[in-house]
């Protein structure tokens, strides 16, 4: 019996879908055996950062590139007293009026860090108390007490402890060293000298100078690596059993003397994590 129109169509439609389907189903299978093969790939070529051996010839393994902190046109991302931090000119500035008493305002960035570079442009005005303060362990009153890379006058380039426990040393200017304890007294050791005297005094005549300087802080585990201007200024190593600290706070310090008409001014303010060393 010969098939109706309505039939053939329907005959022919079945007979399309199941050749549509079949070419359908090899393009699959042929694009899944390609992704297979590029993951394979992958899994040769690409080793997570947790897992990658730290050579002991570099300082600072980082978990990323540099991001900038500061975006040239306000302070987005930090906590700061307006009454001393503004934006002028592309250039963060702190600055109060001469006549007030001693105050000490942190700019604060908004979360907490741990192994670290900070590199800054910086500059103080009238040999302003400025420094960079990091691993606070809180936020007191707008200020942070703990580490801090100092950055004044005769005093840049030191590892110190801004507020309690200052009276421990951890670093003597252009050498290597490590604060630990001894019979239960704090202790400073002097293993190696890496900047002369001279090369130090002259370092910071730029910042009495108040000249822009190119200032950095490497941070990674207890190992603390202060720059100006691309020389090593302090070497440093927390070994202290109790009193070293992993994890805080970061920010820009200024502190006002009075009776001058002092001030700090930042930008570049360029920021990496590390990783945890393995030395």
Known sequence: MAWSKTKIALTA?????VINSGVLVTVLLI???????????????????TTVPTPATDPTPATGDFVSLFNGKDLSGWKFNPK??????GVIVGRVSPEL???????????????????VKIRTIATANSGISFRAPE?????????QAEFEGQRTGLF?????GRERRLSRAGWRTVAKEEGGQDTLEQIQQLTDA???AQLRQSVI?????????VAQDRHVVISLNGVIMTDARDEHPTKFVARGFLGLEYTHNPGRDDAVELKDVQFRRLRPSTL
């Open 13 to 17: 439609g079945i007979a399309l879908l």
């Open 31 to 49: 694009q899944h055996k390609r992704a297979q093969v590029q993951q394979k790939d992958l899994a040769r070529t690409y080793v997570p950062a």
């Open 84 to 89: 001393a931090w503004a934006v002028t000119n």
């Open 101 to 119: 008493g001693m105050q000490n305002h942190c700019l604060i960035w908004g979360e907490e860090v741990d192994d670290f570079e900070l590199r």
């Open 139 to 147: 936020v007191r009153f707008g200020n942070l007490p703990g580490y």
């Open 160 to 164: 110190i402890i801004a507020g309690p």
């Open 198 to 200: 001279t090369a130090i």
């Open 209 to 217: 100078n108040e000249e822009w300087c190119d200032y950095s802080v």
